[in-house]
């Protein structure tokens, strides 16, 4: 609902759908503009665009109508929203080289928000590496992509590359103005990942975490508008998303440092990583070598501070704090108990007993436990489903 939104149609043969797309905004209170490419114009007529929208098409970055010489800025910062309905490959390709060639290509790039694309094309150039990477490119950026439908195709074949209804983009428009919307203006700390705990200058003791439950909670808040600061321990992750501050850690103790350094100007906490509970006392700054005549060598381990119950303890009440917990006997028992003894908003308890879930897999199953009692059990789902769920939960 008034929203400002800016339908670009590049030339397709689903071009001819979109005046019944621009009538669903306008139904719902939202005002639209169009940008077309020269091709969109063979597919759909200028006036009847101008007629559905109530507004001028922009087509020609030099046309001399053009109210104002610098219309891509204009337009750019006039509108919410940037929905291209249908994408070719051609602007696809495009966008994510960065050329900037025509009124919707310059456009785009002078675009700072939510940006849809809805690729239409015939099943093999959809499938192709080159357009396939270019989607990537451009999901990584954090444009929304909706992906085609299969169906008969203009090319008399059928597969993979019809451009959705024009109700389903409508709705998809609205689901990412909405979400985007749901955590925007707040900061918030997630930690991802495993510590590892020097024994010499050559080995640690660590754990099997990747880092991808933390980094999936990161992307999908970032994606709702929040600004995240992700604090993760040593992966081969790396956080795409314009809104992430991603911290590079290796230990406990360094993880903890940064935890309270940035917990104050939070308004919530989400602390996913899998931390050393204990790190070797003494550090040797040597590779240790093997004893002659004996067969033991002893580590001696000391604990590790807590993270998430010391910010239990500095919580105030404007703040959420969400934790982990992995359990293996009496687990919701034990997860429940930790929820109070940290005094947390919620707790997050993995399974490990189900196969695809918990280290390594890109599939979770997951029990999500708030403080006031309520114990909801999700499936086995990816990971970036369950952290839509726990975003969700926190939104509420
Ligand atoms: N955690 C933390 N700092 C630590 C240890 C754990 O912040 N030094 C956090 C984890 O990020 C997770 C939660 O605590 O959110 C639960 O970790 P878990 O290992 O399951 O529990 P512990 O508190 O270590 O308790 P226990 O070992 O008794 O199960």
Redesign the pocket.
């Known amino acids: 609902m008034n929203k400002k939104i800016i339908v670009g149609i590049t030339g397709g043969i689903a071009a001819y759908k979109i005046p019944q797309l621009i009538r669903l905004f306008t139904k719902n209170g939202d005002e639209v503009k169009v940008v077309a490419t020269k091709n969109a114009l063979q597919f759909v007529t200028p006036l009847t665009l101008e007629t559905v929208s109530g507004n001028a098409v922009y087509s020609d970055v030099f046309a001399p109508k053009n109210e104002y010489s610098t219309e891509h800025i204009a337009l750019a910062d006039w509108a919410d929203m940037i929905v291209v309905a249908p994408s070719t490959a051609n602007i696809i390709g495009k966008f994510a080289s960065g050329i900037a060639d025509d009124a919707l290509s310059t456009l785009l790039l002078a675009f700072a928000k939510d940006i849809v694309v809805c690729p239409a094309m015939n099943t093999n150039m959809y499938n192709s590496p080159v357009v396939q990477e270019n989607l990537n490119c451009l999901k990584d950026k954090g444009v929304n992509i909706l992906s085609p439908a299969e169906g008969e195709l203009a090319c008399g074949t059928s597969g993979v590359g019809r451009m959705p209804e024009p109700e389903e983009i409508f709705e998809f428009a609205e689901a990412v103005f909405t979400k985007k919307l749901s955590m925007s203006g707040k900061t918030v700390l997630v ?1 991802a990942g495993p510590t590892y705990e020097r024994i010499d200058s050559v080995r640690f003791i660590g754990n099997f975490s990747t880092g991808k439950m933390g980094f999936a909670v990161a992307e999908e808040l970032a994606e709702r508008g929040a600004k995240v600061i992700l604090v993760a321990g040593p992966t081969s992750l790396t956080a795409k998303h314009r809104n992430i501050k991603q911290i590079n850690i290796e230990s ?1 103790r360094e993880m ?1 440092k940064a935890c309270i350094e940035t917990f104050p100007s939070c308004n919530a906490a989400i ?7 204990y790190r070797p006392e003494t550090v040797a700054d040597h590779k240790i070598k093997k004893a002659a005549g004996t067969e033991n060598l002893d580590i001696h381990l000391v604990q ?6 010391t910010l239990g303890k500095m919580k105030t009440d404007r703040q959420l704090l969400v ?5 293996t006997d009496n687990e919701l028992e ?1 997860a429940k108990a ?1 929820l109070t003894r ?1 005094n947390l908003d919620m707790i997050v308890l993995n399974s490990l007993k189900d196969k695809g879930a918990g280290f390594g897999h890109d599939t979770n199953k997951v029990t999500i436990i708030t403080a006031d009692g309520t114990v909801r059990e999700g499936s086995l789902k990816s990971k970036a489903d369950v952290a839509k769920d726990i975003v969700d939960m926190i939104g509420q």
């Open positions: 930690t406990a903890y602390l996913s990583a899998a931390v050393a509970d590790n501070p807590d993270i998430l119950a934790g982990f917990a992995l359990e034990n930790k940290k």
